[in-house]
């Protein structure tokens, strides 16, 4: 896709939270998006979040496993259409082992099976505030797959939503995982950059596919 004159390498933003570019090939990409989009179908579909003090998060989201919602897992889209979640595929769990083992090492894969997949989509103006994934009752490192318009990621610390931070750019088909001492750091997604999507992968927006162990 790109005409640039070195690869982009990959790189440790924080202890134990490493950018992988390029780990899905395109073909790859091209499944996980067929695949997002039967699961964004109803029932349990692509939803609007609603958060407790009566906004909505502008990244719309599907999930598999089980249902996350502010700031808790249930087994239906409690605050979507009430179905049952749609099961988390196990090829999901390979891949997400897989992600691990090429980012941080074998030694830092989980004995706890993946079990949770939460899929935001983000259109051109969505974004995502600082936040920790603290809903889980796991350690296990979390896997980050991005398909489609490049982001500005924003990975932080475990103590503050503020500085030090570290920048990213998120490209289609890279990876990103944090564990170990990252596991709890607050992150976001400040601005999409429109159009900037392979255009063979046909996506208009960003998907994030983040892969869980819920320890539930
Ligand atoms: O879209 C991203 O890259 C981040 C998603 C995220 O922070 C989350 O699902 O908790």
Not at 171 to 183: A, C, E, I, N, Q
Not at 195 to 213: C, F, K, M, S, Y
Request: aromatic share 8%; charged share 25%.
């Amino acid at each position: 896709m790109d005409a640039e004159l070195f690869p982009r390498s990959r790189g440790e933003t924080a202890p134990g939270a490493v950018h992988v570019p390029d780990w899905l090939e395109p073909a790859r990409q091209s499944e996980l998006l067929h695949a997002c989009r039967e699961w964004a179908r109803p029932p349990a579909g692509l939803r609007t979040v609603r958060t407790p003090g009566g906004g909505t998060m502008t990244a719309r989201q599907v999930c598999l496993g089980r249902h996350w919602y502010p700031y808790g897992y249930a087994p239906t889209a409690v605050d979507g259409d009430g179905a049952p979640v749609k099961p988390f595929p196990a090829r999901l769990g390979h891949l997400a082992r897989r992600a691990v083992t090429d980012a941080l090492g074998a030694e830092a894969v989980p004995a706890e099976p993946y079990d949770i997949a939460l899929i935001n989509f983000y259109d051109a103006d969505a974004r995502m505030g600082m936040h920790r994934d603290a809903d889980e009752r796991s350690d296990a490192p979390v896997v980050s797959l991005s398909l489609g318009d490049t982001c500005l990621f924003r990975f932080g610390n475990p103590r503050t939503r503020t500085r030090p931070h570290t920048d990213v750019e998120l490209r289609s088909g890279d990876l990103f995982v944090f564990g170990g001492p990252s596991r709890l750091a607050y992150h976001g997604v400040p601005k999409v950059h429109p159009g900037t999507a392979p255009p063979e992968l046909g996506l208009a927006g960003r998907l994030n596919i983040t892969l869980r162990v819920s320890g539930l």
